[in-house]
């Protein structure tokens, strides 16, 4: 007989606590950084005017005007939908990623860039049928501030304000279901492009931050600051295809704003009428809305709350 032990049996991978671990860090993610997020919205979707003119001048501006116009609760405008769906969202985006690394790692745990790529990539393909609902009635409800405003200005009359549920019924009424998703090819390829640099990016930071080989995780600050650091770096790589899809899906136009008949003719239009810059409007915010998102999701999810709560063993990172 031979004298080698035999080998460790596999980790087993339990989707419970993971699902419910995306859920909390999702939701304690969003509550802090949405006025950010929709700041971001509203620069994204103003565009120049022929003279030069814009309706904001800086993010800055653009959160004074806010304020000055709805009161703090303005900020908060369509958080409602985001805290709701959130919750599955993030759920689905960390639990899957995990599921896709741990079935494409080798027999003993290690994974190539290549597989985690794909797993993130994977990750981020499984998200949009939840993503995609979810940002369209987010985004209208954070814009329709930014509408009413022009049409105050131009002297206009505004409208009965919008509600998730009142326009979740007409989108239903006109289109059936799949009028919740406009603007799923533009979000697949945001989402599936940012999560194939980002977790794999991730994933190294976090291990830096493994001193002893007893160690499940790294500290909570270095996860904190994996995930700030990784969600910049994917949020900046991937803005330009942010503007597209958040104009995609932009319903309600003000006064002279463009209608895309499509993704190539938003790129082209763009191009045309704003240059290339305008693909990185509202990137600072972007990245200052995905950073602690990340960086407060990666704590909590890395922190194990629904296996403490639900007495299953905490993963070691692959």
């Known amino acids: 007989m031979s004298g080698k032990p035999p080998p460790a049996p596999a980790p087993k991978f339990n989707l419970l606590p993971k699902i419910v671990n995306g859920g909390i860090a999702g939701i304690v993610g969003v509550s802090i950084v949405f006025p950010i997020d929709l700041v971001k919205t509203r620069l994204q979707n ?3 005017g022929p003279n030069g003119e814009r309706q904001y001048k800086s993010m800055l501006d653009c959160f004074k005007q806010t304020y000055r116009a709805e009161g703090y609760f303005g ?3 369509g958080s409602g939908v985001n805290i709701l769906l959130i919750t599955p969202e993030k759920a689905i985006k960390l639990a899957a990623n995990d599921f896709f690394r741990y079935h494409l790692s080798k027999p003993d745990g290690s994974i190539t860039l290549l597989n985690q790529m794909i797993a993130g990539g994977s990750a981020g393909a499984c998200q949009i049928v939840i993503t995609t609902p979810m940002e369209l009635l987010k985004i209208q409800m954070q814009d329709a501030g930014r509408v009413a405003a022009q049409i ?3 002297g206009g009359k505004v409208g009965k304000r919008v509600t998730a549920w009142g326009l979740t019924k007409k989108l239903i009424a006109e289109n059936g279901i799949l009028g919740l998703y406009k603007g799923v090819t533009a979000t697949a390829g945001r989402d599936i492009s940012f999560s194939v640099v980002y977790f794999p990016t991730f994933a190294i930071l976090s291990k830096l931050g493994i001193r002893n080989k007893e160690d499940i995780t790294p500290p909570f600050w270095w996860s904190f600051l994996s995930g700030c650091i990784a969600g ?4 900046l ?3 330009p295809l942010d503007v597209v ?3 995609m899906q932009t319903l ?3 006064s002279g704003e463009r209608q895309y008949t499509g993704i190539m003719d938003c790129v082209t239009t763009t191009m045309k009428h704003e240059g290339p810059l305008a693909f990185f409007k509202g990137g600072a915010c972007r990245m200052m809305v995905i950073a602690p998102l990340f960086g407060i999701a990666q704590t909590v ?3 194990g709350i629904a296996e403490y709560l639900l007495g299953y063993k905490r993963d070691k990172i692959v």
């Open 46 to 48: 103003q565009t120049i």
């Open 75 to 77: 900020m908060y405008r």
């Open 152 to 154: 105050k200005a131009a």
């Open 232 to 235: 910049s770096f994917g949020a």
């Open 237 to 239: 790589a991937v803005n």
């Open 245 to 247: 899809k958040t104009r």
């Open 252 to 254: 309600t136009k003000g």
């Open 301 to 303: 999810y890395y922190l």
